[in-house]
């Protein structure tokens, strides 16, 4: 099952980080790029978790790191 899951669930993370309309981007276990999510306004908790992404990149992908620009935010598996 894919599932990615961000630091900021984890407890003392500070969600004030997110506040970047940097890129969404999903990498695999090579660093290649798997998925790129653009927006104009900066990201929020509930809109990341929102992102269905199974459905997006389906059953192929179970191993991946997610990063907002640079920054590593989450993995399938923490």
């Not at 961000?6 to 290649?32: A, H, M, Q």
């Not at 999510?37 to 978790?49: E, G």
Request: charged residues 25%.
């Amino acid at each position: 099952m894919f599932h990615i899951k961000f630091l900021f669930d984890l407890k003392g993370f500070d969600v004030s980080t997110l506040e970047t309309s940097e890129p969404l981007i999903l990498k695999g276990p090579t660093d290649e790029i798997l998925l790129t999510i653009s927006k104009a306004a900066p990201w929020s908790a509930t809109q990341l978790r929102a992102i269905d992404f199974k459905a997006l990149l389906g059953d192929e992908f179970d191993v991946c790191d997610a990063y907002l620009g640079s920054n590593w935010i989450g993995s399938t598996e923490i």
